[in-house]
């Protein structure tokens, strides 16, 4: 039985969602000037599902201004905003990436991860 932490928006009653223990929930992008803060929103499909292949996610950390995650038999990082800036040759600063939440994960490891405490 994992023992993974399960992190789901308050209003979500859908016992399904915690059923998914590979899931990642996400909050809305904060911008000035707001009203409402966004990182208190939870939208049900702002998420991001890692391999369920490596077992439950057992942990998640910040490191160095990168996002980790554990699971039972890997280890991984989500890209959190992820753009780059290039120039081109008029000088012209050009912006690549789409600069959503948490667009992708990589694996750093599929050997190694952290079983669940």
């Given at each position: 039985m994992s023992k993974a932490r399960i992190f789901t928006p308050d209003n979500a009653d859908d016992e399904y969602n915690k059923l998914i223990d590979v899931r990642t929930h996400y909050s809305e992008t904060k911008s000035t000037d707001e009203l409402v803060d966004s990182w208190s929103k939870f939208k049900a499909a702002n998420y991001l599902d890692v391999d369920s292949r490596y077992g439950p996610i057992t942990d998640t950390r910040t490191f160095n201004n990168?996002?980790?995650?554990?699971?039972?038999?890997?280890?991984?990082?989500?890209?959190?905003?992820?753009?780059?800036?290039?120039?081109?040759?008029?000088?012209?600063?050009?912006?690549?990436?789409?600069?959503?939440?948490?667009?992708?994960?990589?694996?750093?490891?599929?050997?190694?991860g952290m079983k669940a405490l």
């Open positions: 990168d996002l980790i995650f554990w699971q039972r038999d890997a280890t991984g990082h989500y890209s959190v905003m992820e753009k780059s800036m290039i120039t081109d040759e008029s000088n012209t600063t050009l912006v690549l990436g789409t600069g959503t939440v948490l667009s992708r994960y990589d694996y750093l490891s599929t050997v190694n």
